[in-house]
């Protein structure tokens, strides 16, 4: 039953976060039951792919944190960040675009964008203390 | 003090030389850095798949292809790059063509669930999502707890959010017009269909009667009708919960009513201008434009039309 209540709980709270912006519940209702599939899609999905890389990032350093992120508490992080903080960090990572590439599809300055990026980091940071 | 947007900049790079990767390294040994590390790399991997597309993304790309206006608008910047990735990635058509599926089940299970003559085929939302999990039994069950608990839920926030004035009937005593003095065949046509409540009909026939009978003298009435027309149409709801008005067709009642009241010169009719403003003052208030609903409820309590005593209450409601 616990995955019940979850999904509910999913229903609930993105109701009540996104109430006044619904223009027709029926086809929301059925984006979030659809999207909060995809949720479990993906973690199921993440459990058994290897992600393969050509360059040398900060991936590949033993950079020496210990800590673990959940990947549902990430997502849930990232969905209370501000509509233009999302569009950011979507962007950059769905799309792998540059940020100047993002600042231009947002009608944005790149160092504007690059700053929100920061701040969206520093956020998800601090609300997960 | 760490320099974050400088460690965000260089977590950030595709290539890093080796003076980088030294300061990277030095960073990593503060306490700060090492959190913005981890939390930089969780979100990169919560969103990126590398070489594949995330099943968010792909999520949307489905909603989009299923004719959905609720994908995320960001969307169109990268469909683009979907699809050139898709006619590559076995893998990703493959992920694509699973998430399509899903996304038919959910439409055929809210489809069927907001349908008046529901059907017993389509499945479960729940069975959908934990297809793996559980047995056939658990899903009939889970899902008629998921859906009830749903539906209480967004019934009492329904009940609690909709002012009184959006929930009660826009017009009480559907009866009321019969009696009045127009008699053209157009316009009882229409009455019977508003009776019926085939809205699209009575606007039709009443349409009619407005272009045939243009210089009529209880034409206005036509215009008043036709005005309670547009109103009931414009009312949607979803499961009978959060009742709403469609603008557009409320601004159109509105702009009968007015024009009923404009060629209303019939003294023996001067009640039904009164009754005219006091629908344009609720119209007014279904569109939550309260400013103009009071200036013609004010009206109706002025000069003691015969919905004088609703026009108090509701005056005294917002």
Redesign the interface.
């Known amino acids: 039953m616990d995955d019940v209540d979850d999904l509910t709980a999913n229903v609930y709270i993105a109701f009540a976060e996104q109430y006044q912006k619904i223009e027709t519940i029926e086809n929301w209702l059925r984006r979030v039951l659809f999207l909060t599939f995809v949720r479990f899609y993906k973690q199921s999905n993440l459990k058994r792919t290897t992600q393969l890389k050509e360059s040398i990032t900060a991936d590949d350093l033993n950079l020496g944190t210990d800590q673990q992120h959940d990947v549902n508490a990430i997502l849930k992080e990232i969905d209370t960040l501000s509509e233009e903080k999302q569009e950011i960090l979507k962007l950059r990572f769905w799309g792998d675009l540059k940020f100047n590439e993002i600042a231009e599809k947002l009608n944005k300055n790149e160092a504007a964008v690059k700053k929100m990026f920061y701040r969206s980091i520093e956020e998800i940071k601090n609300k997960l203390k | 003090m760490i320099d974050?947007?400088k460690l965000?900049d260089?977590?950030?790079?595709?290539?890093?030389s080796e003076s980088e990767?030294n300061q990277?390294?030095d960073?990593?040994?503060d306490p700060e850095a090492?959190?913005?590390?981890?939390?930089?790399?969780?979100?990169?991997?919560?969103?990126?798949?590398?070489?594949?597309i995330?099943?968010?993304?792909?999520?949307e790309y489905?909603?989009y292809k299923n004719n959905?206006?609720?994908?995320?608008?960001?969307l169109p910047?990268?469909i683009l790059?979907i699809e050139d990735h898709l006619r590559k990635c076995e893998l990703c058509q493959q992920?694509f063509r699973?998430?399509n599926s899903?996304?038919a089940d959910?439409?055929n299970?809210?489809s069927k669930s907001?349908s008046t003559q529901a059907e017993k085929s389509y499945t479960p939302?729940?069975q959908?999502?934990?297809r793996k999990?559980f047995t056939a039994m658990n899903f009939a069950f889970?899902t008629i707890?998921?859906v009830f608990?749903?539906y209480i839920?967004?019934f009492i926030?329904s009940n609690v959010?909709t002012p009184d004035y959006i929930k009660a009937p826009f017009s009480k005593d559907r009866d009321f017009y019969n009696t009045r003095g127009r008699t053209t065949e157009l316009f009882q046509r229409g009455l019977d269909a508003l009776d019926n409540k085939n809205y699209d009909e009575a606007i039709k026939f009443l349409n009619e009667d407005l272009k045939e009978n243009p210089e009529q003298e209880s034409i206005f009435y036509t215009h008043f009708i036709l005005g309670l027309t547009y109103i009931n149409k414009a009312e949607k709801d979803?499961l009978g919960?959060?009742k709403s008005f469609n603008k557009d067709d409320v601004l159109k009642g509105i702009e009968h009513f007015e024009k009923s009241i404009e060629l209303n010169q019939n003294e023996r009719f001067q009640n039904l201008k009164l009754d005219a403003h006091f629908y344009i003052g609720k119209a007014y208030l279904l569109i939550d434009d309260k400013n103009s609903a009071r200036q013609h409820l004010q009206i109706v309590i002025d000069n003691k039309g015969s919905y004088f005593k609703d026009a108090e209450k509701l005056i005294n409601s917002f």
């Open positions: 974050i947007e965000i260089l977590l950030d790079k595709k290539n890093l990767l990277l390294k960073f990593s040994s090492k959190e913005i590390i981890a939390v930089y790399t969780a979100v990169k991997n919560s969103l990126q798949r590398n070489e594949h995330d099943e968010e993304l792909l999520g489905v909603l959905s206006k609720e994908y995320n608008k960001i910047f990268l790059k992920n699973e998430l899903q996304f959910v439409d299970f809210i907001i939302i729940t959908i999502i934990f999990k889970s707890a998921a608990l749903i839920g967004l926030y959010t979803f919960l959060f």
